[in-house]
Nanobody
Framework: QVQLVESGGVLVQPGGSLRLSCTAS????????MAWYRQAPGKERELVAVIFSSGSTIVYGDAAKGRFTISRDNTKHTVYLQMNSLKPEDTAGYYCKHTNKLQLDYWGQGTQVTVSS
């Protein structure tokens, strides 16, 4: 069992920056990859970025490319999402997902990002 807690979501102005954090606890020995997803009201949940256990393999969703950066600190069991040049359409709940080597998924509760002037 792995527990995930996201933090860092706040209201930010368009063009601003924000860094989200997701910290894992519990049985973390089998951590394989972590990802950020987001979901706006009335929309399907979409992939933002994925980072594998070594940190050397990263995949970004289309909306994140060129603006967002995913990283991880394995000593702190934390994955980050640095978001720059934020747009109103980035407004969503952002969710952290851990997938272990058995392909079991664990989700955090989400953190709200609102981009508005």
């Amino acid at each position: 069992q792995v527990q995930l807690v996201e933090s860092g979501g706040v209201l930010v102005q368009p063009g601003g920056s924000l860094r989200l954090s997701c910290t894992a606890s519990g049985n973390i020995a089998s951590i394989y990859r972590m990802a950020w997803y987001r979901q706006a009201p009335g929309k399907e949940r979409e992939l933002v970025a994925v980072i594998f256990s070594s940190g050397s393999t990263i995949v970004y969703g289309d909306a994140a490319k060129g603006r967002f950066t995913i990283s991880r600190d394995n000593t702190k069991h934390t994955v980050y999402l640095q978001m720059n040049s934020l747009k109103p359409e980035d407004t969503a709940g952002y969710y952290c997902k851990h997938t272990n080597k058995l392909q079991l998924d664990y989700w955090g509760q989400g953190t709200q990002v609102t981009v508005s002037s």
